[in-house]
Every structure is written in C-alpha cells, then in structure tokens.
C-alpha cells in the first residue's frame, strides 16, 4: 500500500479542508512542534482505510475523530496497492443527542490514469470508479482483498504509530506467523491441501452414488434391449389388425345408442313425474297465517294503551314540582338548625381568647418594665466599676499583672503580683457589676418569653374571630334562602308525593316493555308464518317448473292445497302412458346389443392371440378405445425399447465416469497427504522467518556498531549481546533505546525484504515511522538516516518518517511541516 493523496475536513484538529499530497514523495518527514498534528497525519490515512486509530482504543473511540465543536469529519486517501489505484472515503457526523456515529463509507478502484487533482473540487463521495463497497459493513472485507492485511497487522508494518512500534518484535510466535502468512500468501498451500481433500471427498461421495446407480442397472445389457425390440414388432402387427377390425363394429354401436338414448329419456320422465308429491302440512299454512296477523294486531293495541298510561303518569309527575330543590330546601332547614345551635359557642370562644390574651399582655408589659430596671441597675454597676478604678488605681492595675511582667508604672520586673486588698472597691464595684449583669439577663428571658405567649394568644384570638365572623356571615346567608319556604313538613309531603309518582311512572314504564316485548314477539310470529307461506308457494312452483315442457294444468294461486291436487292427479296420468311406451324401447335396446357384443368378441380375439389383455368395456366404450388400446401398447412397447437402449448406454456411462473419478481420487489423496506429511507451510514459514531475521540482524549490527545480532529460536527473538561475551537475551529485556533499535531494524528488514517474497496484494509497498529518533545518539542517528535513505533509493518503496530531530528532517529530501493556529492546523510541502 502506497499513500498518493490524503484530504482531511474536521479530522481532529485538522478543522479545516487540508490535503497532503504525498505525489513522487519516495522518501519524506512529518515535522512540527509537538502537538501541531504530526502523527493526526498517520491516523487518518488508517481512520480512512480501517475507521479507527490504534491510540484511540477501538472503534468506540471513534468521537475523537470530529474536531472540538464540529458537526461533521471527512477523510479521503488516494492509495496505490499492486499496480491498482483506489479512493478510500469515511463520513462521520454527530446527531443531535450529542452520540458520533460513521455516516458514509467507501472504497472504489479508480479508473488508470485518473487526474487526483480533479479532486480538489470538494469532500463529497463522487462516483470516483468501481465501488467495492458502499457501506461501512462492507469496508472491511473490501479493504482487506485491496491492501492485503488486517487492521492489527497493518500498524505492525507499513504504518507503525507511536506506542505500537515493538509490536511485531514482542508478538506472539502465532501473532507473527499470521502476518507472515498474509505477507506472504502462504495460505495458498492451505487451501490447495483444503481442497485437494475437499475433492478427494466428493469424487468418493460420487463413486458412491455412481455403485449405487449401477447396482440398480444391472438388467441393463444388449440381450434386454433385443427382447424389447421383438415386442415392439409385435405390438405394431396387433395395431394395425385391430385397426382393419374396428370397421365391423361402427355401424352397430350408432343404433344401439340412438336405442338407448330413446328408453333412457323415458327413464328420466318417470322419474320427474312419480316424483310429485303434496308436502305435509300444506293445508295448515293458511290458518296459522291468519292467526299469527290477528296477535300481532292485538299486540300493537295493547302497546298504544301502555304508552298512553306512561304520559299521564309523566304529566302529573313534572306538575308535581323538582324533587332535587325540594331536597336541597330541607338540607338549608336542617343547617339553619345547626348553625343556630353553634352560634352561642362561637361568641363564648371568642370572649376567651380576648381574655387570655389581655392577661398575656399585662404580663409582657410588667415583664418589660422589670427588664428595664435591670438595665439600669447594670448600668449603674458598670459606673459604680469605673469610678472604683478612678479612685484605687493600683488595684485596677493589678488585675492585669503577671509574675515577669513589667510594671507600667516603674518599668520594672514585677517578681510576684500582691493579693487583692479585702476591703477593695473595685472588687466590691466589680461583684456588684456581675449580679447586676445576672439580674439583667433573667429579666430579659422572662421578658421574652411572656412577649412570645402574648404574640401567640393574639393570633389564636384573630383566629376565633375570624371563625365567628365566618359563622355569623353563614347564618345570616342561610336565613335569607329559607325566608320563602313553606316548612320542613309541607316540604316532606310534596316530596312524598312526587316518590309516589315517580313509582307509579316507573311501573308504567315496565309495562310498556313488557308491551313492546310481546309486539315484537308477534310481528316476528306473523312474518315466519307469512315466509312459510311463500316458501310452500316457492317449493310448488319449483316442483311444477321441472315438468313445465309436459305442459301441466294451471294453478289456483288462492288456494295452495287444491292447487297440489291438482298437480298430482295429472302427473299420475302423465306416468301411466309413458310407462307402455319405455317397455317397446328396452326390447329395441336389446337387440342392438348383441350386434355389438359379437363385433367386439371378434376385436378382443385379436388382442388375446398378441398377448396383450383386451381392453375393459364399459357403457361408454367405442371402437376409438380399441384403436387407442392398440396404439398405446405399441407406444409402451417403442418406449419400453428405447428406455433399454438409454439404461444400457447409462450404464456404459456411469462406468466410464467411475473409472475417471478412480484416477482423480487417487491424485488428490496423494497431493493432500504430501501437503499434511511435509509441513510444507511450516517449512516456508521458518525460512521466510530465517531470511528476515538474518536482514534485521545485518541492520541491527549497523545500527549498534557491532554489538548486537538478532535470531530466533522456536518462535521467539533474542539479541546476542558481543559486548558480553556473546550472552543470548531476550528482547524483553532490553532498554527503551535497544528496543527501538531492534525494532527499526525488524521494520526495516519487512520493508525490505518481504515485498520480495510475497505473492500477494499485500506487497509493503512503504514504511511509515512514528516512533522516538530523540532517543538515538549522534552515530546511531547517522546509521539510521543512511539506513533509511538506502531503502529509498532503491525506488520501489515510500518511507516515511515522524521526527522532531532537526538534523535526521534536514537530510530527507520531502519534508511536511505541519503547524498549528488557533483554529486548525496545517501542512506544508517542503522540498522536492
């Protein structure tokens, strides 16, 4: 894989549409400060072909994809791979809940000679060639058959990013042996020994099936064929005797059916007629009719009548008054009652509160005034205090002295403090300030606390009133409604009248159901005896139909059971005259009949002396039977001949095939078992292994000066150290700076090397470097530089290199600087 054209749009920090046009660059350098975007150039040449970067952690990562505030991020790359050249394009945008997600995926093999310049018109997902995938689903698969490696094995040897640069070094043997094999195409042998197996098992799974089918061939030879042609012949003779005989017979079947045509419509006429019979209760239609009309007239009257009864009782009822305000009247009476009963407690509450609330208040007030003469008399005990300081001023003073103090007045130590006087003022000023200061606060609590209960007993009588208030506006309201009512006894009556009514409303309602129900009951009576009625009409005109062409005589459309009698009497007469007539047609049907038995004697004769069962005769059977009969045995007998002589040439067939698949078998037993018993993959494998380690080895030696070789051994690598006396170590063991030198030299030698050996698209067409130069000294440096530049004048391989190392960047004849401004970052060509 070859980078030719990367395009970025809010890729990271890469806000801007950038393109870094990697064009006849054989041999360049990424360079810029740290943090400018150097290695974001490397991720999205692997976003774009894989949609993910190995230090973002996995495809979940995939939001540190999208610049900061950025709604949308596009990555294209333009890359060559085995002489073809594709377009690879990922899309990611941010949904308005915040969550990235790929919008758009694609890879599409360009057309040659394409102009990439052509895409410097914009980001969108143009129709740039063949698409080889549309979606992101299907952008693994596609760009595995292109670039020829998986994601993990890419990171490990074409694009190397900071962190995963010893990956290939301190992989697994089975890690490594699976990218050789990719590298190198050498699952071809697996697949050739697969399906050399593959078709040893199907040419046995058809031998198989071949000894089956030629088991059921074993009737399948020349002598059968023979017998079946001698039948053939036979079954043409009978054919053609059968066909001359059939002549006797065609004037004497015309007559025999023309016979029996004439008695069978004889038949049939008797049948219709003898079939007329009057239906069962015929004669009682007609006055279940009529009664069930009379009881749905009778039911109607006596639904007008209940109906009626029901609208007087609903009169009366609605003269009667609204139940629902007489109600509501009695419930203002009973709490007038009520109301009129609390008034009295309500006053008696009111004067309680108004009590209580007085004596709360005188207390705070006495309670107040006692405060203030504590006040005062702390007030005078402080006065009392200063004045005692003013008059003893030494014992003021030696309230504030310690022993090593000094005196303020004679500035000198003082070595002990003398005990305060027994008669002193100022300790007396200064008791009787304390128990002023006591005095005072008790007075102030108990002043506070009567303020509290005085306050509180306030509010409970603001409360009682308002109650009161409340209860007197009620009263008052409720008076006034019942000012116009005639009285709680005149009320009950009027409202025992109405339930009364109401009663009687509800039974006339039954009873107009009830009404309804048998009208309904009648009607429904009366229509099914009217639809019996037009049912035996609908049976007799049926009935009269079918004999219609006799002409039958006609009907009393008044009377249904006179208009049967009718019927019958002349069907029976009908009857008898056809029954004369059908005996004379028998005996001419008869006799018809035994000129055709004789004539089809004579045919079946025939058939007996060729072999062949004559033909079962029924009512229907003619001469055209027999010829068919006759046909259809020499057509069996040509099929039977033709179908021996194609089971024989099967057989001969199947026996060639088999033979063939003996021989395929065979080889591909024998080619399976060379692949399996040589280990031949294995032996590939260790000598691609062999050549690569012997090229990272001569690389390492350059890069050491000397001191280290690198082998392996069942798999793993180690480093012989000829500073050591040759010690063998493993290459977990060496330091950072070792370990980059042994790695390099690994990546140098795939890059080398390999492309030689491999038979596949994964040809590692570059190398990509991102990993610490800063830690080489001078002539490592140097060694790694000429390394580097050797393996690119060899022409048929891109390096590439990230490096803040000024002296390695200067010796690279391509160089991108990538720099960085407030809002996005940018790259430069630089040099040739």
């Not at 017998?227 to 004037?251: Q, T, W």
């Not at 072999?611 to 055209?624: D, F, K, L």
């Not at 012989?720 to 290459?731: F, K, P, Q």
């Not at 570059?766 to 990993?771: A, G, K, Q, T, W």
Request: proline share 3%; aromatic share 4%; with cysteine.
């Amino acid at each position: 894989m070859r980078p030719i054209r990367l395009d970025m749009s809010g890729f990271t920090i890469f806000r801007d549409e950038t393109t870094v046009d990697f064009t006849d660059a054989d041999y360049f350098a990424l360079v810029g400060p740290t943090g400018s975007g150097k290695s974001t150039v490397l991720d999205a040449i692997t976003f774009a072909l894989y949609g993910t970067v190995p230090r973002w952690g996995g495809a979940r990562g995939i939001a540190n994809a999208l610049a900061p505030s950025a709604a949308e991020a596009r990555v294209r790359l333009v890359f060559e791979s085995a002489g073809d050249r594709y377009v690879a394009t990922r899309v990611v945008r941010r949904d308005g809940r915040g969550n990235v997600k790929t919008a758009g995926a694609g890879l599409q093999l360009m057309p040659p000679g394409f102009d990439v310049t052509k895409l410097d018109t914009g980001m969108d997902l143009d129709d740039l060639g063949e698409v080889l995938a549309g979606t992101p689903a299907e952008m693994e698969e596609a760009v595995l058959g292109a670039v020829g490696l998986p994601y993990e094995q890419f990171t490990s040897c074409v694009v190397l990013p900071q962190g995963q640069f010893a990956d290939f070094l301190h992989a697994k043997p089975a890690t490594r042996q699976q990218i050789l094999v990719n590298l190198l195409g050498l699952h071809v042998y697996e697949e050739v020994q697969q399906r050399a197996v593959a078709r040893e098992r199907t040419a046995t799974d058809k031998l198989s099936v071949i000894d089956q089918q030629l088991a059921g061939l074993a009737d399948a030879t020349d002598a059968s064929v023979e017998a079946a042609e001698r039948h053939l012949a036979r079954m043409r003779e009978l054919a053609g005797a059968v066909e001359e005989s059939v002549g006797e017979l065609r004037p004497a079947r015309p007559g025999e059916a023309e016979a029996a045509a004439g008695r069978d419509a004889l038949d049939g006429e008797l049948r219709l007629l003898s079939g007329i019979r009057m239906p069962e209760g015929s004669t009682e239609i007609a006055g279940a009719t009529a009664a069930a009309r009379a009881s749905a007239v009778a039911a109607a009257d006596e639904v007008r009548v209940c109906e009626e009864r029901e609208d007087k009782v609903r009169g009366e009822l609605a003269a009667a008054g609204d139940a629902g305000s007489l109600r509501l009247m009695l419930d203002r009476h009973a709490e007038l009652d009520r109301l009129t009963e609390q008034e009295e407690w309500f006053a008696g509450e009111v004067q309680v509160a108004e009590v209580e609330f007085r004596d709360a208040q005188a207390a705070a007030e006495l309670a107040h005034s006692a405060h203030l003469g504590a006040t005062q008399l702390l007030e005078q005990a402080r006065l009392d205090y200063t004045e005692a300081q003013r008059i003893d001023r030494a014992a003021a003073l030696r309230a504030h002295l310690s022993a090593g103090d000094h005196c303020p007045v004679c500035e000198q130590t003082v070595p002990a403090v003398p005990p305060m006087p027994e008669g002193s003022a100022v300790r007396a000023a200064e008791a009787a300030g304390q128990a002023a200061r006591a005095a005072a606060e008790v007075a102030e609590s108990a002043w506070k606390q009567r303020d509290a209960v005085a306050r509180k007993l306030e509010g409970n009588l603001e409360r009682k009133r308002a109650q009161h208030e409340h209860h007197v506006s009620r009263l008052t309201e409720v008076r006034a409604v019942v000012a116009g009512s005639p009285g709680v006894a005149a009320l009950q009556r009027q409202l025992a009248e109405i339930d009364a009514l109401q009663r009687k409303l509800d039974q006339a309602g039954v009873a107009v159901r009830t009404a309804r129900e048998a009208q309904r009951r009648a009607q429904a009576a009366a229509h099914q005896a009217e639809e019996r009625v037009r049912a035996a009409w609908r049976t007799f005109d049926g009935v009269r139909d079918r004999v219609a062409r006799f002409a039958p005589p006609p009907a009393d459309r008044d009377d249904l059971a006179a208009a049967w009698t009718a019927l019958v009497d002349w069907a029976g007469d009908e009857h008898r005259s056809r029954a004369a007539a059908r005996d004379e047609a028998q005996a001419a049907v008869a006799a018809a009949h035994e000129a055709t038995v004789h004539a089809f004697a004579t045919v079946d004769a025939l058939f007996t002396a060729a072999g062949v069962t004559p033909p079962a005769r029924g009512a229907e059977s003619g001469e055209n039977d027999l010829i068919r009969a006759a046909t259809v045995a020499a057509t069996t007998a040509d099929a039977e001949w033709r179908t021996a002589a194609d089971l024989r040439d099967r057989a001969r067939d199947l026996t060639e095939q088999r033979m063939a698949l003996q021989r395929e078998g065979r080889v591909a037993k024998a080619l399976a078992g060379h692949l399996r018993a040589n280990n031949f993959e294995r032996w590939l494998l260790e000598e691609a292994l062999d050549l690569l380690v012997d090229g990272a080895s001569r690389i390492l030696r350059e890069l050491t000066g000397g001191q280290y070789d690198l082998m392996h051994d069942k798999g793993e690598f180690y480093v012989i150290d000829h500073h050591d006396a040759g010690l063998r170590r493993g290459v977990r063991t060496l330091s950072g700076g070792e370990t980059f030198q042994a790695s390099l030299a690994l990546a140098l030698a795939l890059s080398e090397q390999l492309a030689g050996m491999s038979t596949t698209a994964a040809s590692l067409e570059s190398i990509v470097l991102d990993e610490g130069f800063g830690t080489l000294d001078a002539a490592t440096l140097d060694v790694v530089a000429a390394t580097l530049e050797n393996l690119a004048a060899r022409g048929d391989r891109m390096v590439g290199m990230v490096t803040h190392v000024t002296a390695l960047a200067e010796r690279v004849p391509v160089r991108f600087e990538v720099r960085k401004d407030a809002r996005s970052a940018h790259v430069e060509r630089v040099g040739l």
